[in-house]
Nanobody, 123 residues
Framework: QVQLVESGGGLVQAGGSLKLSCAAN????????MGWFRQVPGKEREFVAT????????QYADSVKGRFTISRDNSKNTVYLQMNSLKPEDTAVYYC????????????????WGQGTQVTVSS
């Protein structure tokens, strides 16, 4: 089992940047694919980005491709989401998730979730 804690959310103006972090406990972090999802009230949680448990393979939602970058540091049990050129439509609660698989893009791929961190982008 793994516990995840996100940080780094906040309020930013459109065009600005934020970097989210997600720290995981346990000694098996490198066996998990890691992902970021986001959710706004009244809508389903949507995939944002994922990084494989090894080799650093990444995939992104089309809506964030070219603006967001996911990375991980297995020595620190941490995954990051660098968000640049933020838009008001990026406003959401962002969730970190862990999957016992090589890589995952679907909500159902993930077994463990953080509590979420709010990102608000003002116009």
């Amino acid at each position: 089992q793994v516990q995840l804690v996100e940080s780094g959310g906040g309020l930013v103006q459109a065009g600005g940047s934020l970097k989210l972090s997600c720290a995981a406990n346990g000694r098996t972090f490198s066996t998990y694919a890691m992902g970021w999802f986001r959710q706004v009230p009244g809508k389903e949680r949507e995939f944002v980005a994922t990084i494989s448990r090894s080799l650093g393979i990444t995939q992104y939602a089309d809506s964030v491709k070219g603006r967001f970058t996911i990375s991980r540091d297995n020595s620190k049990n941490t995954v990051y989401l660098q968000m640049n050129s933020l838009k008001p439509e990026d406003t959401a609660v962002y969730y970190c998730a862990a999957a016992l698989r090589f890589i995952g893009v679907r909500y159902d791929d993930y077994s463990y979730w953080g509590q979420g961190t709010q990102v608000t982008v003002s116009s």
